[in-house]
């Protein structure tokens, strides 16, 4: 007897602005806040930056912070928006595709990956529109059965400054977009300048993913979807860049997709 099915939501109407899951990017740890005299006391907290949330809102859209959940609240809140937003942060542990820890790889939060590379799969399978940001990149690649390289410098060199010093409104290198790539027709052109602030990147490439761009040591700089609808990642923080219009025209893109977005459905037993 095949499964019952319930719609998610009805769909919104036009003028209302899609509801956009943002990951938290860092999780800290009570000893590394610095209190301030009038707030609260130290204590393990969720930290972003609000360029995610300005960036989001300026293109059309009602951002909505996400912490790491359980496991099995992502359905739920699946059910209540329209697309996600995989934001920045920390390493990812090597553990989850399957290789040793580098002696460089940084400070990792077991379950910031957790509810990250679920949220990520759960959203895939809906269909959502994704939007990934660096770390966001990564988790997204990852999620696909991909690989990362711990440590870019190992196999690049140090000729492009992928962790710059500069500001992160300062775009640093430039990225070569495949003219025939979902990025060249949003950014409109074939080559941008970005920020850089990784030191880990692609290696392997996950499943229906395919690199759209490339830095001139070929490291990848973007990913796309080849198998549905708006999936797309980019190495830099695009969100410090909004104040150029191609970098401006990426959220909007990814806005208008959550807006035209509509529910499917999912098994009942799916629902929490």
């Known amino acids: 007897m095949p499964a019952q099915v319930a719609p998610i939501r009805a769909p919104h109407t036009p003028d209302l602005r899609p509801l956009i899951a943002v990951t938290t990017s860092e999780v800290r740890r009570s000893g590394t806040v610095t209190p301030t005299p009038q707030g609260e006391p130290p204590q393990r907290e969720m930290a972003l930056g609000l360029r995610y949330l300005q960036a989001l809102e300026a293109a059309g859209a009602i951002p909505v912070v996400i912490p790491p959940l359980a496991i099995e609240r992502i359905e739920p809140l699946l059910s209540r928006i329209d697309g996600v937003c995989l934001s920045g942060g920390p390493d990812l542990d090597p553990e989850g595709y399957g290789e040793r ?87 409109s052109r074939n080559r941008a300048k970005v920020n850089s602030f990784h030191h880990q990147a ?51 893109s990814f806005v208008e997709a959550a807006r035209r977005f509509q529910p499917g459905t999912v098994p009942l037993e799916q629902v929490a």
């Open 202 to 252: 692609v290696a392997t490439i996950g499943r229906g993913l395919v690199a759209s761009s490339h830095a001139s040591d070929g490291t990848i700089e973007s990913l796309e979807a080849l198998d549905r609808g708006f999936v797309l990642g980019v190495q830099w923080h695009a969100e410090c860049l909004v104040n150029r219009r191609e970098q401006a025209a990426l959220f909007r």
């Open 101 to 187: 820890r580098h002696p460089l790889t940084g400070p990792t939060e077991a379950d910031l990956d957790a509810f990250e590379l679920a949220l990520a799969r759960a959203a895939d399978a809906r269909e959502l529109p994704i939007l990934a940001v660096c770390r966001g990149l990564q988790v997204l690649n990852v999620a696909r059965g991909g690989t990362l390289h711990q440590h870019l410098p190992d196999l690049v060199g140090d000729r492009i400054a992928h962790r710059q010093q500069q500001r992160s409104s300062d775009p640093t290198h430039w990225v070569s977009i495949d003219p025939s790539s979902q990025l060249a027709a949003i950014l």
